[in-house]
């Protein structure tokens, strides 16, 4: 059993049992150059002998660098936020950093007293997962001198954004029906609150309008497949088709009309949003929008770690690119 007393090893010790000067432990540390491979190989031994962790505060005081990146992500469990949050966590610890990681409830105050633990502990760059206009209106207590990425703002135009094109997504999906001959289209949308959602409902809005579709009208739900299958006894009885903000909700949705005795899709053709892994699955398999949100945590770190490097930071990171994946749940009218 590990005595709790027992002083933790130092730098100084793993000089000692190296035979190096505490210095040469700090460069090996370091990664410096120069170093010979026999002694950088001795110092490595050490370290592992003697359980050796280096001191991160320690070692930002000695060489003005944290190297850590704090992540700013909404206090839920969805799909598209921890996808992303996986990817930036892979991202920072591949390019040297470490992701500091804190959530926040949707709140004024709660936003804004998270920014400010994230920026208590030195970091050098921030990612924001900011769904909602809540997090991004918080924004001013983070000091210009910080790097900044958002991610998940609904606005490709937003300084700092860094996003899958949601209105293109979402006029793939409607043109879709449409070519499928569907004229009579209802949306399910996301939460009124939610940045995404009402890029993808206003962008399919300007679509059916632009082809002569008249819009039914809209449904919201809170993104749960429950507020989906609760859309399932709403919807207009002349409805062939359903645009539906995200995944989940939209297999709620399928569920209910199979309680209805509808069938998808020879009564009514539904789309998703996301292309969640259950989205292959379902029955029938779901029609979804295909969204790259690690592609998206990918390159919110690539842009943060290559302005840090002293690197001209791209004026225009490339917005990613959703795809319409086509599954059993579409069809012609």
Same mark, same amino acid.
């Given at each position: 059993m590990t005595?709790p ?5 130092s ?6 049992r ?10 090996v540390l ?7 491979p026999?002694t950088?190989q001795?110092?490595?031994? +050490?370290i ?5 962790r %280096?001191?991160r505060a320690?070692?930002?005081l000695v ?5 850590a990146i $704090?992540?700013l992500?909404? +206090?839920?469990?969805d799909?598209?936020?921890m996808?992303s949050?996986?990817?930036i ?6 390019a ?10 949707i ?6 007293e ?15 997962? +900011? ?7 918080e924004?001013?207590?983070?000091p210009p $001198?910080?790097?900044?990425?958002l991610?998940?703002t609904g606005?490709v135009?937003?300084? $700092?954004?860094?996003?899958?094109d949601?209105?293109?997504g979402?006029?793939?999906?409607a043109r879709?029906?449409?070519e499928l001959?569907h004229r ?5 949308t $996301? ?6 959602a009402v ?13 002569g579709?008249?819009?039914?009208p809209?449904l919201t ?12 006894? *709403? ?6 088709a359903?645009?539906?903000g995200?995944?989940?909700m939209a297999l ?7 309680d209805?005795g509808r069938s998808?899709?020879r ?9 969640? %892994?259950?989205?292959?699955h379902s029955l029938p398999p779901l029609?979804?929008v295909?969204?790259d949100?690690e592609e998206?945590?990918?390159?919110a770190?690539s842009d943060?770690? *290559?302005?840090?490097?002293g690197?001209? %930071?791209?004026?225009?990171v490339?917005?990613v690119?959703p ?11």
């Amino acid at each position: 059993m590990t005595d709790p007393t027992r002083r933790a090893p130092s730098m100084y010790d793993v000089a000692t049992r190296a035979g190096v000067s505490h210095q040469t432990v700090s460069r090996v540390l370091n990664d410096f150059a120069g170093i010979r491979p026999e002694t950088r190989q001795r110092v490595l031994a +050490a370290i592992a002998d003697l359980g050796y962790r %280096p001191n991160r505060a320690a070692r930002a005081l000695v060489t003005s660098r944290s190297r850590a990146i $704090g992540v700013l992500v909404p +206090a839920t469990a969805d799909f598209g936020p921890m996808s992303s949050l996986h990817a930036i966590e892979r991202a920072a610890r591949a390019a040297g950093y470490h992701a500091l990681i804190t959530s926040t409830l949707i709140e004024t105050a709660a936003v804004r007293e998270s920014l400010h633990f994230l920026l208590d502990q030195s970091i050098e760059a921030l990612v924001v997962i +900011a769904p909602y206009r809540v997090v991004t209106d918080e924004l001013d207590v983070v000091p210009p $001198g910080i790097p900044t990425a958002l991610l998940q703002t609904g606005d490709v135009d937003t300084v $700092g954004a860094i996003a899958v094109d949601q209105r293109a997504g979402a006029r793939l999906a409607a043109r879709h029906l449409l070519e499928l001959g569907h004229r009579r289209i209802q949306q399910l949308t $996301g939460p009124a609150d939610y940045l995404e959602a009402v890029a993808r409902r206003d962008a399919i809005d300007e679509e059916l309008a632009a082809a002569g579709v008249a819009l039914l009208p809209r449904l919201t739900g809170d993104w749960t497949a429950d507020s989906g299958y609760a859309a399932g006894a *709403a919807l207009d009885p002349a409805t062939t088709a359903v645009l539906c903000g995200n995944d989940q909700m939209a297999l709620g949705l399928m569920h209910a009309l199979a309680d209805l005795g509808r069938s998808v899709p020879r009564d009514v053709s539904v789309v998703g949003f996301d292309d969640i %892994p259950e989205s292959a699955h379902s029955l029938p398999p779901l029609t979804t929008v295909h969204q790259d949100f690690e592609e998206v945590g990918r390159r919110a770190v690539s842009d943060l770690v *290559a302005r840090l490097e002293g690197h001209d %930071p791209d004026p225009a990171v490339p917005t990613v690119a959703p795809t319409l994946v086509v599954r059993a749940s579409t069809t012609r009218v």
